[in-house]
């Protein structure tokens, strides 16, 4: 098994959660129901730890709908083909939406996804909230209103990021070494 570095401990990534959830309440304290879309699987596990924060918080009704995209195949090299692998089946027209992503790396899952959910899905509008992104490989202007951390042009796993099914349940994040 190769080694790992970490690059974010549990500890802070609890506290980062804790304070993405802060921001994501204040501008959203006026409405009656907040609704995320996360991106499986990666995103699973920070947007279920995002949720809990939200509704620690009080005060709030949450939908977390799931929705399947990808571009990337068993390794860690993006194919550049983005498809919807499991849709929607509830309906969202109208709805104010947050998409909940593990890592922004090209940006190419997000801007097809966001076109779906707008184009396909009707909603009315969609924010896009990413633990980790990795400006250095963008590929396209996608704007990320909530970032957790910026991360160095490395592949990094845990924390639900996979390396071809691997390392998701690692509880920080890290980049493997070699
Ligand atoms: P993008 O379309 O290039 O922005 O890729 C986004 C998706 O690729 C993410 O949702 C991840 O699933 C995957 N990905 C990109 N970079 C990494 C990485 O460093 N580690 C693990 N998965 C990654
Ligand atoms: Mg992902």
Partial sequence: MEEI????????????????????????????????????????????????????LGGF??????????????????SGKIEVKKGLVEDVCGKELIIVEDIVDTGLTLCFLKEYLLKEKKARSVKICSFLDKPSRRKTDVNVDYVGYEVPDKFVVGYGLDYGGRYRELPYVGVIKG
Avoid: C, P, Q, W
């Avoid at 570095?5 to 309440?25: N, S």
């Avoid at 799931?66 to 090299?77: F, H, I, M, N, T």
């Fill in 5 to 56: 570095e970490v690059l974010i401990d549990e500890e802070e990534i609890g506290l980062k959660v804790r304070e993405m959830a802060k921001v994501i309440a204040r501008e959203h304290k006026d409405e009656k129901e907040i609704y995320f879309v996360t991106v499986l699987e990666g995103a699973r596990r920070f947007s279920d730890d995002l949720v809990k924060e939200i509704m620690g």
């Fill in 61 to 78: 009704k949450v939908k977390n709908y799931l929705v399947k995209a990808g571009s990337y195949g068993d390794g860690s090299e993006s």
